[in-house]
C-alpha cells in the first residue's frame, strides 16, 4: 500500500513516519526545500521523543522518502493526506489558503482514484470546498477521474505523539464513500487491533469532532484555573481540590492541573475558530468565549504575582525561568505562556534568564536575545532575585535546593505548575507561590 502525506509538519511527520512503521509506504511531502533536504540528510525539523530513530530506520527500509513534488508523490497512491497549517486569519477563522492550494495541486496531477483525507484541523464545510477545488482542476484539464474526500482529524499530542498514533484512542473517518471506507479500514487496521476504534461518521460531524475535543480540553483547564483563582481568595487549595474532584469517575485526573494557562499550537487557535464558526453562524458560544477570556487573564497570572511580591519594581531584577516551550517534551513555543511572562517582565524592566531542556534554539528564533539563555538550571538561578517554573520538565521536579541558596539572591519561587510541596518550601526557609493553594 501506498500513500502521500502532504505537509511535513509536526503532524505530517509523525503520520506518515508511524505509517511507514506498518510497512506502507510514503512519500511526505513539503514546499519548504530546506526542512525536505534536512529530513533527506536525517535531520528532524521537530523535538518529538523516539522520532529520530523511527524515521532513519523507516527511510533505511525504503519506506519513507521526502519529496517538494506532489506530483511525484502520488504514483500508485490510495490515499493522499492533507496535514499542512491552518493558522488563524486576520479574524480568528481558520485560514484554509494552504489546504486548498494543496487540493489544486492534487487536482492538478491525479491520474487514477484515490481518497484525498483533511489531516489538518479544518473548520465544518471544508471537505466540500476541497472536493469542489479538485474538481475545478479536474474540469480545467478536461478529464474526468474519480476520488473520494473524506475526513480524517488528528488527535496525537506533542510530546507523546507517537505513542498517540500508534495506540490511538480512537481514529476518527468522516466518509460517506464505501471505497473509501475500505481503504482506510485497511490502512488504520495495524493501529486497532486490540479494540476496533475506528468510529465512521458524516464528514460535517468528523470535522466537527477535532474542535469539540479540543474545546473541552480547553475548558478543563480554564475551569480549573478559575477555580484555583478562587481558591486563593477563599483559602482552598486546588491540588486538594483536584484529588477531590478527580476521584470522581465522571469527572476523571486527566487536564483538571491548574497553571499558567494553556497555550501550543492547537487550543488556542482551535477555541478561536470554532468561536468564528458559531458566530459566523449566528450562534454565540459562551462557554467557549469564557474559557479563551479566562485563558489570557491566567497567562498573565505569574508575572503578576512576581510583580505584586517586588512592590511593582521590577527594574534591575533578574529572574530566572525554567520551561520555555508551551508544555514538557516538545520544543514548540507556540502561543507558550512564557512568551507572554517574558515580554511582561522585560516591559517592566527585568532581566530575564531562560533554561529549557529542548526549546532554547526555538526561543531564540523567536524571540532573539531578548533573554540570556542559561547552560543548565543551576547556570540560570546564578544572582537571581525569583525562580519561575513555567513548564513542568521532568528535570524540575527534584531540585538541588540547598546548592540553589548558594546561587540564588534570594529564596523566592513562583511555581506555576504547582509541583513543589508549599509546605516543604517553607519548611526549608523559602517564600513559595503556587497557582490557586
Ligand atoms: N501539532 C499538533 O499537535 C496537532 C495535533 C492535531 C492536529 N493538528 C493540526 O494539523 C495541522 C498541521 O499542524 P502541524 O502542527 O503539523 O503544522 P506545522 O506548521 O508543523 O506543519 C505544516 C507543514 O505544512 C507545510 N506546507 C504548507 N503549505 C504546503 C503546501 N502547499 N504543500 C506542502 N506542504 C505545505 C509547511 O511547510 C509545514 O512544514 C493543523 O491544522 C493543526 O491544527 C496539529
Not at 494552504?98 to 492534487?106: G, K, M, Q
Not at 474542535?211 to 481558591?231: E, G, P, Q
Not at 537571581?384 to 517554573?389: G, N, Q, S
Request: glycine share 8%; aromatic share 8%; hydrophobic share 40%.
Amino acid at each position: 500500500m501506498k500513500i502521500s502525506m502532504v505537509g511535513t509538519g509536526y503532524v505530517g511527520l509523525v503520520s506518515g513516519t508511524c505509517f511507514a512503521e506498518t510497512g506502507v509506504i510514503v512519500t511526505c511531502v513539503d514546499v519548504d526545500k530546506e526542512k525536505i533536504d534536512n529530513l533527506k540528510k536525517g535531520i528532524l525539523p521537530i523535538y518529538e521523543p523516539g522520532l529520530e530513530p523511527m524515521v532513519q530506520r523507516n527511510v533505511e527500509n525504503n519506506r519513507l522518502f521526502f519529496t517538494i513534488n506532489l506530483k511525484d508523490s502520488l504514483e500508485g497512491v490510495e490515499a493522499i493526506f492533507i496535514a499542512v497549517g491552518t493558522p488563524p486569519d486576520e479574524d480568528g477563522s481558520a485560514d484554509l489558503q494552504y489546504v486548498l492550494s494543496v487540493a489544486r495541486e492534487i487536482g492538478q496531477h491525479i491520474t487514477e482514484y484515490l481518497v484525498v483525507l483533511t489531516k489538518s484541523t479544518v473548520p465544518i464545510g471544508t471537505a466540500k470546498r476541497v472536493r469542489a477545488a479538485i474538481q475545478e482542476e479536474l474540469d480545467k484539464r478536461g478529464v474526468s477521474i474519480p476520488y473520494d474526500v473524506a475526513s480524517n482529524p488528528e488527535f496525537l499530542k506533542e510530546g507523546d505523539a507517537i505513542n498517540d498514533f500508534l495506540k490511538p484512542d480512537r481514529v476518527v473517518i468522516g466518509t460517506d464513500s464505501e471505497q473509501a471506507r475500505e481503504v482506510m479500514n485497511r490502512l488504520y487496521k495495524p493501529f486497532v487491533m486490540k479494540n476496533n476504534r475506528i468510529v465512521f461518521m458524516d464528514i460535517p460531524s468528523a470535522e466537527m469532532t477535532k474542535y469539540a475535543a479540543n474545546a473541552m480540553l480547553a475548558t478543563k483547564i480554564s475551569f480549573m484555573n478559575d477555580i484555583a483563582n478562587l481558591c486563593e481568595i477563599v483559602g482552598a487549595d486546588i491540588t486538594s481540590v483536584r484529588r477531590g474532584i478527580g476521584s470522581d469517575t465522571r469527572i476523571g485526573y486527566q487536564f483538571i492541573y491548574a497553571g499558567a494557562g494553556y497555550g501550543g499550537s492547537c487550543f488556542p487557535k482551535d477555541v478561536k475558530a470554532l468561536i468564528k464558526t458559531s458566530d459566523k453562524n449566528n450562534h454565540s458560544l459562551e462557554v467557549l468565549k469564557a474559557v479563551e477570556d479566562v485563558n489570557d487573564r491566567q497567562k498573565l497570572v505569574l508575572f503578576n504575582k512576581v510583580n505584586k511580591h517586588f512592590n511593582g519594581d521590577l527594574k534591575g531584577k533578574r529572574i530566572a525561568l525554567w520551561g520555555l516551550s508551551f508544555k514538557p517534551n516538545t520544543d514548540d513555543m507556540r502561543e507558550a505562556p512564557a512568551l507572554v511572562i517574558i515580554d511582561n517582565l522585560v516591559e517592566a524592566g527585568a532581566t530575564v534568564v531562560g533554561y529549557d531542556p529542548v526549546a532554547m534554539k526555538e526561543c531564540k528564533r523567536i524571540i532573539g536575545d531578548k533573554i540570556e539563555y542559561a547552560s543548565d538550571p543551576y547556570d540560570a538561578v546564578k544572582n537571581a532575585d525569583a525562580l519561575l517554573l513555567v513548564t513542568e520538565w521532568s528535570e524540575f521536579r527534584v531540585p538541588k535546593w540547598k546548592e540553589m541558596e548558594g546561587l540564588m539572591k534570594s529564596k523566592l519561587i513562583f511555581d506555576g505548575r504547582n509541583i513543589y510541596e508549599p509546605e516543604d518550601m517553607k519548611k526549608w526557609g523559602w517564600i513559595y507561590y503556587g497557582i490557586g493553594r
